[in-house]
């Protein structure tokens, strides 16, 4: 079965950095985005950041700007997302995702639009 794996998670003070990376188990085919979002006790998932695969075209919640940057290899194989000066708030459970329904053109920030998910990795950050 194929699942996305995420990978890089941990504790870091504020201003630190961590780099999250998500690898599929097995090939997936047709994928038209990726991104990441995240999941705080309590609250509902949000995105983070997604990228169009086919022309590498990122967005990013406005929380995030400036700070998080989304990449994926040449291969298209690994999703990267480097976050920097984190901050308290950024806590919570990063999940990466894949869409190959093309949902994600209509939204790309909505969860539903997303058709493979990963466990989740715990980035804490404390003040």
């Known amino acids: 079965q194929k699942q996305l794996v995420e990978s890089g998670g941990g504790s870091v003070q504020a201003g630190g950095s961590l780099r999250l990376s998500c690898a599929s188990t097995?090939?997936?085919?047709?994928?038209?985005?990726m991104g990441w979002f995240r999941q705080a006790p309590g609250k509902e998932r949000e995105a983070v950041a997604s990228i169009y695969t086919g022309g590498g075209n990122a967005v990013y919640a406005d929380s995030v700007k400036g700070r998080f940057a989304i990449s994926q290899d040449n291969a298209k194989v690994t999703l990267y997302l480097q976050m920097n000066s984190l901050k308290p708030e950024d806590t919570a459970v990063y999940y990466c995702?894949?869409?190959?329904?093309?949902?994600?053109?209509?939204?790309?920030?909505?969860?539903?639009?997303?058709?493979?998910w990963g466990q989740g990795t715990q980035v804490t950050v404390s003040s």
């Open positions: 097995a090939y997936i085919y047709n994928i038209y985005c």
């Open positions: 995702a894949a869409d190959t329904s093309q949902r994600c053109y209509r939204n790309v920030f909505g969860t539903s639009s997303y058709n493979y």
